[in-house]
């Protein structure tokens, strides 16, 4: 039976503002959703429930007296544990942090609580958010929605996972090589990473650069626009972000989604030959007749962006240098060993590769671009295989090619954090085992809003289709497997997580 905490982010407001619900409502049936599915999927990684139902009734006053102003008034969101929370535990991932309590919010979390969202929690992250599976020494792991022994992607996975499962209409993540994109395609929810910029991060250590981006997930593309909408508005906080350029976040308030048959698609399944397993490639091959079936002009687009994955790794590695180096002389042996071995790889790299992989950069953002003078949007996969046991920190081999590493098996992410350009993941159903399927939008820089709009219109079409409409988790499932997650042990993702 259908709970509150089903309800999308614009169906509670509007019922809100009818009075056929209440915010305390809604955050107790969010929290008693928390209660009866975390113990399965381990989502949220720290409550707030008393500091939420206070704010929930003090929004209901607020409602009742005409005072109900914010976009986000009312509704119970969940915040990734990379981003501090004033007076809540914020641990990133890692024994180092596991009492650290912030003294001030993060802006992304001062700017939800001012649009007035309700803060239930913090969502599990791997390890100082490094890595694409959702684990770490202290909390474990957390499981897919859909089948919990299963990873659920990362690194915002608890946040992908509570918004899947009811616990929360809205939580925020964040993006470097697809933190937001890939739990989103795993879990069957909607992320959108914006035009770097878009969400100011004050907390970003390098002034211009496509990495450290931080942004919204939810089950809908208008409820993601929505915290978008939110977590994107200019406030004293977004000026201490270089990045943040002029913008009026109330355009992302009502996503208009044009016809399907006036506006052009463009697709590539590998950006020229990136690792992409033949299931994926079969299932993203459905999605793209199916479109066209219905109408859309489809074309495949000769585009490669193989070499960007080194150019990523170049990047990465100037990122990391710059993010630690002033911290990681305290940091001890509870940091998990790949910290320190990234580190490392970091002050390896020579000035001149670093010079050569931005000027690369600068090419392939230019290769990307020319895309958008002949479709409107570009579909491709969003992620190079089905969700995996989170016992492994990633695959292994794809069709049977092995991986090198953690980062190898994520080149249809990272090479588009390469380039920048806007990206909307958007859940197609599922695949033959019962799996979500994810597909990335990409548009043009700056065009975020025109970009939701085509999401938003394939979204309405494959709606339409019983195989390829959004999903919804089984919480019967989840609860039944619940004994097969003991009998592996979750725990035993410590071993893992090294």
């Not at 459905?286 to 990523?312: C, F, K």
Request: hydrophobic share 40%.
């Amino acid at each position: 039976m259908s709970q509150p905490c089903d309800l999308g982010a614009h169906e509670a407001r509007s019922a809100m503002s009818r009075g056929e619900l209440s915010p305390v409502e809604l955050t107790v049936s969010c929290l008693e959703r928390v209660d009866e599915l975390n113990p399965t999927l381990n989502a949220v990684v720290a409550r707030w429930d008393e500091v939420a139902l206070n704010a929930a009734r003090a929004a209901e006053r607020e409602l009742q007296a005409g005072n109900a102003a914010g976009v986000l008034h009312g509704l119970p969101v969940a915040i990734k544990d990379l981003q501090a929370t004033q007076g809540l535990v914020t641990t990133y991932g890692t024994e180092f942090y596991r009492h650290h309590v912030p003294s001030e919010d993060a802006g992304i979390v001062a700017r939800v609580k001012a649009a007035g969202g309700i803060i239930i929690g913090k969502t599990n992250i791997p390890e100082m958010s490094i890595g694409a599976n959702t684990i770490n020494r202290i909390f474990g792991a957390t499981g897919n929605p859909y089948d919990p022994t299963l990873t659920c992607g990362g690194s915002s996975g608890g946040s992908a996972v509570a918004v899947a499962a009811g616990m929360a209409p809205l939580a925020t993540g964040s993006d470097h090589g697809g933190s937001l994109r890939i739990p989103a395609s795993f879990c069957g929810v909607v992320g959108h990473r914006a035009t770097p910029g878009t969400v100011p991060n004050e907390t970003r250590t390098v002034t211009q650069t496509n990495y450290s981006l931080q942004g919204p997930m939810a089950r809908t593309v208008d409820d993601a626009a929505l915290l978008l909408a939110a977590i994107a508005r200019r406030d004293r906080d977004s000026r201490k972000d270089p990045m943040s350029f002029p913008l009026d976040a109330n355009q992302f308030l009502t996503i208009d989604a044009p016809a399907l048959e006036d506006f052009e698609i463009g697709f590539t399944q590998d950006f020229g030959g990136l690792p992409v397993s033949a299931h994926v490639r079969e299932s993203f091959a459905q999605r793209v007749e199916y479109l066209e079936q219905r109408g859309a002009t489809v074309r495949e687009v000769e585009l490669d962006l193989t070499d960007a994955i080194d150019v990523d790794w170049q990047l990465r590695a100037d990122i990391f240098a710059t993010q630690y180096h002033r911290e990681i002389e305290f940091f001890d042996d509870t940091f998990n060993p790949n910290v320190f071995r990234s580190y490392e790889t970091a002050l390896s790299t020579s000035v001149l590769a670093i010079a050569q992989a931005r000027r690369r950069q600068k090419e392939l953002f230019e290769t990307v671009d020319h895309v958008f003078d002949d479709v409107d949007v570009l579909l491709c996969p969003t992620v190079s295989v089905p969700p995996f046991p989170w016992t492994s920190l990633h695959p292994s081999a794809i069709d049977g090619c092995p991986v090198d590493n953690y980062m190898a098996w994520l080149g249809l992410t990272s090479c588009l954090t390469v380039v920048g350009h806007p990206v909307t993941a958007l859940p197609a159903g599922l695949d033959n085992g019962g799996l979500p399927v994810g597909l990335q939008c990409v548009g043009p820089m700056y065009h975020d809003w025109s970009l939701l709009g085509f999401a938003k219109c394939l979204e309405g079409h494959f709606a339409d289709s019983a195989m390829f409409a959004a999903a919804i988790p089984d919480r019967n499932e989840i609860l039944q497997s619940d004994a097969r997650c003991e009998a592996l042990g979750r725990k035993a993702a410590i071993a893992a997580a090294q």
